[in-house]
């Protein structure tokens, strides 16, 4: 069975960091690429970054370029997501999701909130 | 970023309706197109993809239809767990773009 379990969210204040991890199983994690999307309170499902297997290929939204790093341990079976200089309106849950050109695969998500 | 328009944002209906919910994309994304329905609190689930296949487990009464830039979900038959919310994405492009929602509740 897929399971992709989210973790390190919680409170931050402004312009701090907070490290996500997601650990995957039931599938050959290295073969795919992987996915954060997030949703603010109460909003829409907003596309964060996505990494390839070999982490070659890698891209962001606008919004969160220069201040989040996606990155992966295929041996661990593990993706991050590293947020750095963290704003209000990056309050969310963050889902990590398996990308089989759709997210076919979504964790439970992860709430960050970012609040002086 | 190719925009994803969807219409209504919310849909009153009862059960034994059948509902159509339109997604439309900025530009062509040929049949790259996925739905998705998320409950309160609970991750989206994937419903069907490249915009008509059905993904697997999920009931025949929804289905979807369209290519380029203008989509529908339909679901034949509402069911009391079909209230939910219903997105669109687009996987076309590298961002892969989803459309803002639309809440289908009980009438």
């Known amino acids: 069975e897929v399971q992709l379990v989210e973790s390190g969210g919680g409170l931050v204040k402004p312009g701090g960091s907070l490290r996500l991890s997601c650990a995957a199983s039931?599938?050959?994690?290295?073969?795919?690429?992987m996915n954060w999307v997030r949703q603010a309170p109460g909003k829409g499902l907003e596309w964060v970054s996505s990494i390839h297997p070999s982490p070659r290929y890698i891209y962001y939204a606008d919004s969160v370029r220069g201040r989040f790093t996606i990155s992966r341990d295929n041996a661990q079976n593990s993706l991050f997501l590293q947020m750095n200089s963290l704003r209000a309106e990056d309050t969310a849950v963050y889902y990590c999701?398996?990308?089989?050109?759709?997210?076919?695969?979504w964790g439970q998500g992860t709430l960050v909130t970012v609040s002086s | 970023d190719i925009q994803m328009t969807q219409s209504p944002s919310t849909l009153s209906a009862s059960v034994g309706d059948r509902v159509t919910i339109t997604c439309r994309a900025s530009?062509?994304?040929?049949?790259?197109l996925a739905w998705y329905q998320q409950k309160p609190g609970t991750a989206p689930k994937l419903l069907i993809y490249e915009a008509s296949t059905l993904e697997s487990g999920v009931p025949s009464r929804f289905s979807g239809s369209g290519s380029g830039t203008e989509f529908t979900l339909t679901i034949n038959s509402l069911q009391p767990d079909d209230f939910a919310i219903y997105f669109c994405q687009q996987y076309s492009a590298i961002s892969r773009t989803f459309g803002q929602g639309t809440k289908v509740e009980i009438k």
């Open positions: 999701a398996r990308q089989d050109g759709d997210f076919d695969y």
């Open positions: 039931g599938f050959t994690f290295s073969s795919y690429t």
């Open positions: 530009q062509s994304v040929s049949n790259w």
